[in-house]
């Protein structure tokens, strides 16, 4: 059995979870936790090549189920090689994406259905899933507008993708949150970023009382 904590942040594009994920992993560290951030798709080097192949704005050619099944082919190797090993070893993981950005991106926003999508998805994970997932909610056109502002980062394949398919997204992840509440948590991801970080903490701590009952007074 697994002694670690595995925790996925998901959310839109521009919703802010690499700010959140490094206040997060430092907030954690203080407390004396030995904590990993990856991301998906990619974290170690066969799935950050496999990464590239996605994301890739020259392949417009990209056929949804072929998407879909290399962004389970990523997680799959990801698990494998660094998320199980380090919650076997007792850490806490937290994940930049996981199954549920597969649910609401090639599920419900490209319409390949999630039952689908889902399907090899329990084949990639095995069983191995998050015991907590932070859904920052956004609206789309406030989180497109925030990264083209601030340069944030590269634009990629499917930050092209239409307002409509941005705001198909959001909805995927409503149904998500809807089928799994007890796993899935939103947070308003248009509030202030140290008002997002404490209300993540606050569940954690919640959540986890065996975990951090050093740190709980
Ligand atoms: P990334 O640059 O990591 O974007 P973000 O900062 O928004 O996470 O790019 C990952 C992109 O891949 C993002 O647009 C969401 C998409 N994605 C899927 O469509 N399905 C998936 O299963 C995963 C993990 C990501």
């Known amino acids: 059995m697994n002694k670690g904590i595995f925790i996925t942040i998901e959310g839109g594009e521009g919703a802010g979870k690499t700010t959140l994920i490094e ?38 050619g990209m056929d949804a189920r072929t998407e879909a099944l290399l962004y389970a082919a990523a997680r799959r190797q990801h698990l494998v090689e660094k998320v199980m090993p380090a919650l076997e ?63 944030e980062r590269e634009v990629n394949r499917l930050d092209l993708e239409s307002l409509a398919f941005h705001q198909l997204v959001r909805e995927g992840y409503h149904r998500l949150r809807e089928q799994f509440p007890e796993r899935i948590v939103q947070v308003d991801a248009g509030k ?26």
């Open 23 to 60: 206040q997060l992993a430092h907030t954690m560290q203080q407390r004396g936790k030995t904590v990993i951030t990856t991301r998906e798709p990619g974290g170690i080097p066969i799935a950050e090549q496999i990464r590239s192949i996605i994301l890739d704005r020259t392949h417009t």
């Open 89 to 151: 070893g007792g850490q806490l993981v937290i994940c930049d994406r996981f199954v549920d950005s597969s649910l609401a991106y090639q599920g419900h926003a490209r319409g390949l259905g999630m039952e689908e999508v889902w399907s090899i998805n329990r084949f990639a994970v095995d069983g191995a899933m998050p015991q907590l997932t932070i859904y920052m909610d956004i609206d789309p056109e406030v989180g497109l507008a925030r990264i083209k502002s601030a340069g």
């Open 192 to 217: 202030a970023a140290n008002v997002v970080l404490e209300e993540v903490i606050l569940t954690i701590d919640r959540r986890f009382k065996g975990f951090f009952a050093s740190d709980v007074k």
